[in-house]
């Protein structure tokens, strides 16, 4: 079963407003990791985040990582259009298996 | 960063027939590859761990004598769809990891249709 939820399922903002997506997840964990997946696409990893950190960044992205609250947020700033796409958390628990989340579908409108 | 290849990247077969899809490690040794499958508009669902020269490990629900995974060297396993039907026509994506890496990588995905 799936562990992560993501949500909103699908957010439309305009290009140069920010996006934040959220996930969260039942069991502890090792690491949970973020992903981009164009449609009909590979994933495209994007960043990673321990159990022991709270917050990373990498370019116009901001991870943060609740584990008391068992969730974590992506913040894209100043969107593009080209950012259009699926976003997945993956969480590994210490078995070395992702288990990934429902996924957002954002849309960035030119 | 390490690449992981899979081959074909699409493919469309025949109801009843069957089809292999290879997941290889271009540069790196993979001690274990995973297998997913993601339906359209769907996340991706793990179907099955392989570690190299052991019996694939395959999550609940998913059938091990019609998905027939082989780990048969440190850079390549493949995943067999047996008398494929058209409910098994989706995208099927695999990644691989060594020991000293923190995260899997993952292959640019196999689409199968099955008519």
């Known amino acids: 079963s799936q562990q992560g939820e993501e949500d909103p399922q699908a957010l439309s903002i305009q290009e140069g407003e920010n996006a934040t997506m959220n996930c969260s997840y039942k069991t502890s964990i090792n690491n949970l990791q973020w992903y981009r997946q164009n449609s009909g696409r590979g994933l495209v990893h994007l960043i990673l985040?321990?159990?022991?950190?709270r917050e990373k960044h990498s370019g116009r992205l901001r991870v943060t990582l609740d584990t008391s609250k068992k969730s974590s947020s992506l913040l894209i700033t100043a969107s593009r259009a080209a950012d259009t796409a699926s976003y997945f958390c993956a969480t590994e628990t210490g078995t070395y298996k992702y288990i990934f989340g429902t996924g957002t579908r954002l849309k960035v409108l030119a | 960063g390490a690449v992981v290849s899979q081959h074909p990247s699409w493919v469309i077969c025949k109801s009843g027939t069957s089809v292999k899809i290879e997941c290889r490690s271009l540069?790196?040794?993979?001690?274990?590859m995973f297998w997913y499958r993601q339906f359209p508009k769907q996340s991706l669902m793990l179907m099955a761990t392989?570690?190299?020269?052991?019996?694939?490990?395959?999550e609940q629900g998913v059938e091990k004598d019609k998905f027939l995974i082989n780990h048969a060297s440190l850079t390549l396993s493949t995943l067999t769809v047996t008398s494929a039907h058209p409910e098994d026509s989706s995208f099927y994506i695999c990644s691989a990891r060594a020991p000293t890496f923190d995260e899997q990588y993952f292959g640019p995905g196999t689409r199968l249709t099955v008519t």
């Open positions: 392989s570690n190299e020269g052991s019996k694939a490990t395959y």
């Open positions: 985040i321990r159990s022991n950190e």
């Open positions: 540069d790196f040794q993979a001690t274990t």
